[in-house]
């Protein structure tokens, strides 16, 4: 093993980042990647060849058109380079079931590959798709919320309004005969594992909430909560909320009790 080939290996999967992936550079793929190459990508697809690496690439260009990847490390021996990095982009086109929503992603992985004559001969990559799945499905329940948009505004809470639905929560039946306190309630709310939409009133403040259980009952998300505090009620906050559910059990599908 020399100094040069390590070098080599590092200024390969530099270049296959930064002109490949970050620049979309067909010509990168046609010099830097093995006709026979076998790579698994970052969202869990396996290709044989290089058409259908170049499928997967133009695959992820429709779905984040501003993908970006950045080497946050890398480690060479021999022919193989190690690679730590961050993905982001804007959600723009379909992946994983979910239509472009405009949501904004960032998500690590790690990547081992295997180089021969200079070309990527293999890539095996390992990303955080639990992490992207719900950054995307929370991005679709902003878009839903912005499309049913009704005399009262549908939003994803905010870092206070959280703290709002938590409070309204503890204080609420059945949570107080449950003895679901503040901090257990706030521990809901700020479950990565949960997406937390507010309404709005004419005056701006929140209105009523709903928990969406992002993973839910075998991978489909549902309803977790409902609630509308005693002023705001009689105002058709409920009638919105449900209004945005049923829109949501389209563009989502989420499935929630009948209510």
Request: aromatic share 8%; with cysteine; glycine share 10%.
């Amino acid at each position: 093993m020399g100094d040069n080939e390590v070098t080599d290996g590092r200024q390969i999967i530099g270049r296959y980042y930064s002109e490949l992936w970050n620049q979309w550079s067909a010509a990168a793929l046609e010099e830097l990647i093995s006709p026979d190459i076998i790579f698994r990508g970052s969202i869990g697809t396996v290709v044989r060849g290089i058409d259908e690496f170049r499928a997967y690439v133009n695959r992820i260009r429709s779905a984040f058109p501003d993908f970006h990847n950045r080497i946050e490390e890398l480690v060479a021996e021999g022919a193989s380079v190690v690679a730590r990095l961050t993905y982001t982009g804007t959600h723009q086109g379909e992946i994983f079931g979910f239509r472009g929503s405009g949501a904004k992603v960032s998500y690590q992985g790690m990547a081992i590959f295997h180089l021969e004559n200079g070309k990527v001969m293999e890539g095996h990559v390992l990303g955080d798709v639990e992490a992207l799945k719900r950054q995307l499905l929370q991005g679709e329940i902003a878009a839903a919320a912005e499309r049913c948009a009704g005399k009262l505004r549908v939003a994803l809470a905010t870092r206070h309004e959280e703290e709002w639905a938590a409070a309204l929560m503890s204080s609420s039946e059945p949570w107080m005969t449950l003895r679901r306190d503040f901090e257990q309630s706030l521990e809901a709310m700020r479950n990565p594992n949960h997406s937390l939409v507010v309404a709005h009133g004419e005056g701006g403040g929140p209105a009523g909430f709903m928990l969406v259980h992002l993973e839910g009952l075998a991978g489909c998300p549902y309803i977790k909560s409902i609630a509308v505090p005693e002023a705001s009620r009689g105002a058709g906050v409920g009638t919105e909320m449900l209004r945005f559910a049923e829109a949501s059990r389209t563009a989502l599908r989420i499935h929630f009790p009948e209510l």
